[in-house]
């Protein structure tokens, strides 16, 4: 079977690949000149099955609200004369509700689990080098209440099958000496044993690389910007290279993987996809003082704000805007994890020297990502991944190349099948 991939970011080289395992030939087309140059240039570095809640639970409504009106809020809504984007607030309060958060949940830690599992043998079949870490991730609390939660939500993940433990501030600061500095502040932590961290667009590059090697076409610089049907199926798409000279690609099966502008590629088809662009800010440093240098990955989690060292570098990452497809750069929000850096590792990475990105993740109300069928019948989805774009990518590949191929994929998750 032929194969088309759009998108080459995360979710479509992982698409690629694991089509291509299956004995697919496959070409990917995207629009810049390489692969891993949108969303999965800079995040925040994290493999993060410790962390399968989604931003909509039960206390986010309040705790949006707490956040109104500062510039700097961790998640900031501009409201904008925009359907999209009330329909999607509409949609993140009611995934708020107990029940829906629970479920969703329990879905993302069981694919991300799965996920997991999947990276772990690619990693072994191909020996692919990405800046990767397993010492896992250390959760900071500073606030008793933010530690007595830690408790709960530990065993609500050990139900889940993630393993994790909770550490007082002297046993955190011994597990990760980089903590000293921070250790009168901190109230506890929470070591997600299963986490990993690793460089995204390393990985998308090195995994294209292998791709290729065993046989998938990647064709850079084009745009989808249509399609051709016949009898209500895709026969081929056409595209527009960077000199807007146009082509046509045909094939037997499609796979929308192009992150926040997929809905604008299946809506001709009446797919309406909830997702929306959900800006995020990153800084990547070098480091310094690598004795200081945290070894874990690390989440604040009172400043959503994630720090991962990718070999001598440090990355730091957080903050949520909902602006549209606006990728220009706001001073305070980057400021905000510049200070970050600065008062919890200060002096470990060169902040002059830093560089400053922000993209757009591509995110559903619930964070549940979109993988599988569409109404069309040779075209699929494997794009919504909001903030766990990078943990869940080989298992979304994995799965949507089974789904493809007519194998089931093999977690409890709702696919579109
Ligand atoms: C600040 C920040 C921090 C984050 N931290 C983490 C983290 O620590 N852990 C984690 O798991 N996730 C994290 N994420 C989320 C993760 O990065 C995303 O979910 C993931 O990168 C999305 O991958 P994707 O392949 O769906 O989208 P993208 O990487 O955006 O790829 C889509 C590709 O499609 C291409 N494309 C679009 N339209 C067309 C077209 N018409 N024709 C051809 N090509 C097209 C684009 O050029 C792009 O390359 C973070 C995100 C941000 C912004």
Same mark, same amino acid.
């Given at each position: 079977?032929?194969?088309?991939?759009?998108?080459?970011?995360?979710?479509?080289?992982?698409?690629?690949?694991?089509?291509?395992?299956?004995?697919?030939?496959?070409?990917?087309?995207?629009?810049?000149?390489?692969?891993?140059?949108?969303?999965?240039?800079?995040?925040?570095?994290?493999?993060?099955?410790?962390?399968?809640?989604?931003?909509?639970?039960?206390?986010?409504?309040?705790?949006?609200?707490?956040?109104?009106?500062?510039?700097?809020?961790?998640?900031?809504?501009?409201?904008?004369?925009?359907?999209?984007?009330?329909?999607?607030?509409?949609?993140?309060?009611?995934?708020?509700?107990?029940?829906?958060?629970?479920?969703?949940?329990?879905?993302?830690?069981?694919?991300?689990?799965?996920?997991?599992?999947?990276?772990?043998?690619?990693?072994?079949?191909?020996?692919?080098?990405?800046?990767?870490?397993?010492?896992?991730?250390?959760?900071?609390?500073?606030?008793?209440?933010?530690?007595?939660?830690?408790?709960?939500?530990?065993?609500?993940?050990?139900?889940?099958? #993630?393993? &994790?433990?909770?550490?007082? $501030?002297?046993? *955190?600061?011994?597990?990760?000496?980089?903590?000293? @500095?921070? =250790?009168?502040?901190?109230?506890?932590?929470?070591?997600?044993?299963?986490?990993?961290?690793?460089?995204?667009?390393?990985?998308?590059?090195?995994?294209?690389?292998?791709?290729?090697?065993?046989?998938?076409?990647?064709?850079?610089?084009?745009?989808?910007?249509?399609?051709?049907?016949?009898?209500?199926?895709?026969?081929?798409?056409?595209?527009?290279?960077?000199?807007?000279?146009?082509?046509?690609?045909?094939?037997?099966?499609?796979?929308?993987?192009?992150?926040?502008?997929?809905?604008?590629?299946?809506?001709?088809?009446?797919?309406?996809?909830?997702?929306?662009?959900?800006?995020?800010?990153? #800084?990547? &440093?070098?480091?310094?003082? $690598?004795?200081? *240098?945290?070894?874990?990955?690390?989440?604040?989690? @009172?400043? =959503?704000?994630?720090?991962?060292?990718?070999?001598?570098?440090?990355?730091?990452?957080?903050?949520?805007?909902?602006?549209?497809?606006?990728?220009?750069?706001?001073?305070?929000?980057?400021?905000?994890?510049?200070?970050?850096?600065?008062?919890?590792?200060?002096?470990?990475?060169?902040?002059?020297?830093?560089?400053?990105?922000?993209?757009?993740?591509?995110?559903?109300?619930?964070?549940?990502?979109?993988?599988?069928?569409?109404?069309?019948?040779?075209?699929?989805?494997?794009?919504?991944?909001?903030?766990?774009?990078?943990?869940?990518?080989?298992?979304?590949?994995?799965?949507?190349?089974?789904?493809?191929?007519?194998?089931?994929?093999? $977690?409890?998750?709702?696919?579109?099948?």
């Amino acid at each position: 079977m032929e194969v088309l991939v759009i998108g080459a970011g995360l979710a479509g080289i992982t698409s690629a690949w694991y089509l291509a395992q299956a004995g697919c030939k496959v070409t990917v087309v995207e629009r810049q000149p390489g692969p891993g140059l949108e969303t999965s240039f800079a995040n925040g570095g994290q493999i993060s099955i410790s962390h399968p809640e989604p931003w909509a639970n039960p206390s986010a409504p309040a705790t949006i609200l707490r956040w109104l009106g500062r510039k700097d809020a961790p998640l900031l809504f501009r409201l904008r004369a925009d359907t999209d984007q009330w329909r999607w607030a509409a949609a993140f309060l009611r995934e708020c509700l107990p029940g829906r958060s629970v479920r969703n949940t329990a879905a993302i830690a069981s694919l991300a689990l799965y996920s997991h599992q999947e990276l772990q043998a690619l990693r072994a079949v191909t020996g692919i080098e990405y800046e990767s870490s397993e010492a896992g991730i250390l959760h900071l609390f500073q606030s008793e209440r933010e530690f007595r939660a830690a408790s709960v939500r530990q065993k609500e993940l050990e139900a889940l099958g #993630i393993r &994790a433990r909770t550490l007082t $501030p002297d046993e *955190a600061v011994t597990l990760e000496p980089a903590l000293a @500095s921070l =250790r009168p502040r901190l109230t506890g932590a929470m070591h997600g044993m299963d986490d990993e961290s690793g460089n995204a667009h390393m990985f998308c590059t090195a995994l294209a690389a292998k791709a290729q090697e065993a046989g998938v076409r990647f064709v850079f610089n084009a745009r989808l910007y249509d399609y051709d049907m016949i009898r209500g199926r895709i026969r081929g798409i056409r595209l527009l290279d960077s000199d807007f000279r146009a082509g046509v690609l045909q094939a037997d099966a499609f796979v929308v993987a192009a992150g926040s502008y997929s809905p604008a590629l299946v809506k001709r088809f009446g797919e309406r996809l909830p997702i929306y662009p959900v800006k995020g800010y990153s #800084i990547t &440093a070098p480091i310094v003082d $690598p004795e200081r *240098a945290p070894r874990h990955s690390l989440t604040d989690e @009172s400043r =959503r704000v994630v720090c991962s060292r990718l070999g001598d570098m440090l990355r730091v990452a957080g903050t949520a805007e909902l602006n549209g497809f606006d990728l220009s750069p706001n001073p305070t929000r980057s400021a905000s994890i510049v200070k970050w850096l600065d008062e919890h590792l200060p002096g470990v990475a060169d902040l002059e020297r830093a560089e400053h990105w922000c993209g757009l993740r591509p995110a559903t109300p619930s964070n549940v990502p979109l993988i599988g069928r569409t109404r069309i019948d040779n075209l699929y989805l494997n794009t919504g991944h909001g903030t766990l774009g990078w943990t869940l990518a080989c298992g979304s590949g994995r799965a949507l190349a089974d789904i493809v191929t007519g194998q089931k994929p093999a $977690p409890a998750f709702p696919f579109r099948t």
